[in-house]
């Protein structure tokens, strides 16, 4: 049986269940294996500055690491 088909006859079995704990239990593996996302850990504060340094780099406004030491050294 291939992924999709298993995936179906997973959905089905899940639509006709009326067990709350098989449903629970689905839900928790599914909350277990999700990959961690450091994004969601950051405060609106630290997402802005991130964007904010993304539209930089993007219009060229950047210095690099050489010429950074060497005004701060």
Do not use: C
Not at 44 to 73: C, L, T, W
């Amino acid at each position: 049986m291939d992924i999709q088909a298993e995936k179906i006859q997973l959905a089905k079995l899940l639509l006709e269940t009326e067990n709350l704990n098989i449903i629970k239990s689905v839900k928790k593996i599914f909350k277990q294996n999700k990959v961690f996302d450091f994004w969601d850990e950051l405060s609106p504060e630290q997402k802005k500055e991130i964007e904010k340094a993304s539209i930089e780099i993007e219009n060229g406004e950047i210095v690099d690491y050489d010429s950074f030491m060497q005004k701060h050294r």
